[in-house]
């Protein structure tokens, strides 16, 4: 059963910063790319923040996100992390994982998700 559970979210003001992290289980982490999704307040749809493959080569989506982000994963605790720096109000949303296989999302399963919130 595959399962991921996020975590480290929460408020924060601007600038400030915070360390997403994804427990994966279910399947062979070490053999899949990984990537994390934003989802907008009041929004449906997810769209992904950054990927990161089995090589550790890591791609972002967006320029400025990139410049502040950091996707990181560790093959032997099976988890996926998002470095979030010099957070902005356009940084809220709920953060998800999942794995991609080429640009498509591996399995229709979700986590929780965490909550981040940047505001004054």
């Known amino acids: 059963q595959v399962q991921f559970v996020e975590s480290g979210g929460g408020l924060v003001q601007p600038g400030g910063s915070l360390r997403l992290s994804c427990a994966t289980s279910g399947f062979t982490f070490s053999s899949v790319d990984m990537a994390w999704y934003q989802q907008a307040p009041s929004r449906k749809e997810r769209w992904p923040v950054a990927?990161?493959?089995?090589?550790?080569?890591?791609?972002f989506f967006d320029a400025d996100q990139k410049a502040r982000f950091a996707i990181s994963r560790d093959n032997e605790k099976n988890t996926v992390a998002l470095q979030m720096n010099s957070l902005k109000p356009e940084d809220t949303g709920t953060y998800y994982c999942?794995?991609?296989?080429?640009?498509?999302?591996?399995?229709?399963?979700w986590g929780q998700g965490t909550q981040v919130t940047v505001s004054s």
């Open positions: 999942n794995a991609q296989v080429g640009a498509q999302i591996a399995f229709d399963s």
């Open positions: 990927t990161i493959d089995t090589f550790g080569k890591t791609k």
